[in-house]
């Protein structure tokens, strides 16, 4: 299950503006739900709620189903998203090799689970399925920089967290 952002929402005016004239024209189509959300998603980043209540509203379509849509499709997400994306494999090589207790000691160092986003918005965390490095194992990603063959114990993760940190 999708986790929906306990962080405050912040859009501007002009997101919405541009959110709005895009519904404006393209809401009524038929199919438009699934392009409307790819097109908010494309503005805010993320689904929050306040956006799929536009997005209901711009569409004709309840609430609901357009909470529906964008928690059944992958490709939709309900928190924001971090400057910095931390992906831990939990594919099988990568579990088998500890990456369950890198996603623990990066919730901890972090301060957040897995599925959300710091409040001050530098690094959101989340776990994947494989991503095919499991030559690597176990990996996580920050951004496109792939982690490989690190270890939850010592101060590793600190240092890789550093270069991020600026």
């Known amino acids: 299950m999708k986790k929906i952002s306990k962080l405050p ?6 997101q919405e503006a541009q959110l709005k004239a895009w519904l404006d024209e393209n809401g009524k189509k038929p199919g438009a739900a699934m392009p409307a959300l790819q097109h908010a998603q494309e503005i805010y980043g993320y689904l929050p709620v306040e956006v799929l209540r536009m997005v209901a509203r711009g569409t004709g379509k309840s609430l609901e189903e357009i ?3 964008a928690t059944f499709y992958a490709q939709f997400s309900l928190s924001p998203k971090g400057k910095y994306k931390i992906a831990v ?8 090799k500890g990456s369950g207790k890198i996603l623990e000691k990066l919730e901890e160092k972090l301060g957040i689970q897995s599925g959300d986003c710091r409040e001050d918005g530098v690094f ?3 776990s994947s399925r ?5 030559g690597l194992a176990p990996v996580f990603t920050i951004n496109e920089d792939v982690y490989g063959r ?4 010592g101060n590793e993760l600190d240092a890789i967290l550093a270069k991020y940190q600026g």
């Open 89 to 96: 494999c939990l594919g099988t090589a990568c579990y088998v």
């Open 9 to 14: 929402f912040n859009g501007t005016p002009e």
């Open 150 to 153: 690190v270890s939850p114990e």
């Open 67 to 69: 909470y529906g849509i």
């Open 130 to 134: 494989c991503i095919g490095a499991c």
């Open 124 to 126: 959101s965390l989340e």
